[in-house]
Structure formats: C-alpha cells, structure tokens
C-alpha cells in the first residue's frame, strides 16, 4: 500500500491559518488523496479529496503538488473546534472498481485560543 | 450526526468470551467498513464489504469474522477475545467503493475486555 508521511504534531493560534503537509512519494497514478480529521471521542470525518487538481470546499483546501508526491491541507482561519487529528491518506485502487482506504498516523493538531 | 449507526456504544466483556458488533450503513450506501483503533495501533482497516460480499480485507485476525445482509446492515463478530482486543471499533458507509468517494464513520463501538 502507498504510505504517507506526515508530522506527528502541529501548533496554530486561533484565527491564523494552518498549513498541513503530507509526503507520499509514492502515490500512483490512480490513488486519490483524502484528508479525514477525528476529533476527539469522535469517529473520522471528511474533509477534502482530490486527484490532481488543488480542490477547495467549505471546511478547507487541498493544494497537491505538481508531481502528486506531497500535499497540504489548507485551514484558512482555525478555530479551536479543528483541534483534531488530521489523517492523509491514499485511497489505493485495489483490484475490481474497488478502492482501499488505509490510515497513517496522523497529525496532532493544537489551537492556541 | 453521519447516519451511520453502531450499536453498542459500550461493550464490557471478559477474555474468551465473543461478541457481535452491529453497523446500520446509510441509507442508500452499499459499501460497509470495519476499522479498530487502539492507542498503539492507530486506525487499521478490517475489512470491507460491498452489497453483501467481500471486497478487501486489512489486518483481521483468524479470530475475528464479519458479514454484511441483505438489508446492508453489517456485523463484526469477535470471538475468544483477548485483553489485546480491547479498542475502538469503527463502521464506515459509502455509496460504493471508488476512489472519489468519502466515508461516513458511525461513533464507534468501545470495547473492554477484562
């Protein structure tokens, strides 16, 4: 399975932007990138996927690399509500239309008020 | 609240003993996943299963079976069960398995064995 790399912790103050990066050199051709955050005492929650294109939606941004081995996901203004851990992942084509959707680590996030 | 419903919240249980954890999809969504979160392991992918048949499987142990029914709902049974299994026991739903797709997870299932 193609892994990702990401800092295992991260800091931001309220209402500043937060940038965070995610490695995956090697992502093929075929996997999506996905963006999951899980609060806590709280499954896993969506936030944003993309393939090639930078993609952005009402929680955040995916800004992807031109040659797809890294990414980073955008927060414009954080709140202390997205204190979570942020999970980049590849969702990995695996055979049939099927496409798997394997977890890393992840990384801590803080909101300082 | 993601549709996705699990049922129980909380389960208690002691070694060797088994039991079944309950996913209700949402409505629509064919594809049923499994993952256990513990604090060493993270979150790792079960299995997964499409409109009533298996489509891939994770790190499952022998132990450990799971089922999807006609109606879609989904069912982990955990059998001759360990401290080691004691976790979080997560459901996610999706309409069907392509990579654009996201997941809904349910609330999870918090499983302690004594």
């Known amino acids: 399975d193609a892994k990702t790399t990401q800092p295992n912790s991260m800091e931001s103050n309220e209402e500043e932007p937060v940038h965070l990066p995610c490695n995956h050199s090697?992502?093929?051709?075929?996997?999506?990138i996905h963006w999951y955050r899980q609060l806590p005492s709280q499954g896993p929650e969506y936030v944003i996927h993309g393939l090639t294109s930078n993609v952005n939606n009402r929680m955040a941004s995916l800004a992807i690399a031109e040659d797809r081995k890294s990414s980073t996901l955008i927060l414009h203004r954080a709140t202390l509500r997205d204190a979570a851990v942020y999970y980049c992942?590849?969702?990995?084509?695996?055979?049939?239309?099927?496409?798997?959707?394997?977890f890393g680590k992840g990384t801590l996030l803080t909101v300082n008020p | 609240d993601s549709g996705v419903t699990q049922t129980p919240k909380h389960l208690i249980t002691a070694t060797g003993q088994r039991v079944t954890l309950r996913c209700s999809p949402r409505?629509?969504?064919?594809?049923v996943y499994w993952y256990q979160q513990s604090l060493d392991q993270g979150l790792q992918f079960l299995i997964q299963?499409?409109?009533?048949?298996?489509?891939a499987k994770g790190n499952i142990l022998e132990r450990f079976s799971a089922q999807q029914f006609p109606d879609l709902h989904s069912e982990l049974n955990l059998s001759s069960l360990e401290l080691g299994d004691s976790a979080l026991y997560f459901c996610?739903?999706?309409?069907?398995?392509?990579?654009?797709?996201?997941?809904?997870f349910g609330s999870g299932t918090q499983l302690s064995v004594l």
């Open positions: 090697t992502i093929s051709g075929t996997d999506y």
């Open positions: 299963y499409y409109n009533g048949e298996e489509r």
């Open positions: 996610a739903s999706s309409p069907s398995s392509q990579g654009a797709e996201k997941l809904f």
């Open positions: 992942i590849l969702r990995a084509y695996s055979g049939g239309s099927n496409y798997k959707l394997t």
């Open positions: 409505s629509g969504d064919l594809s």
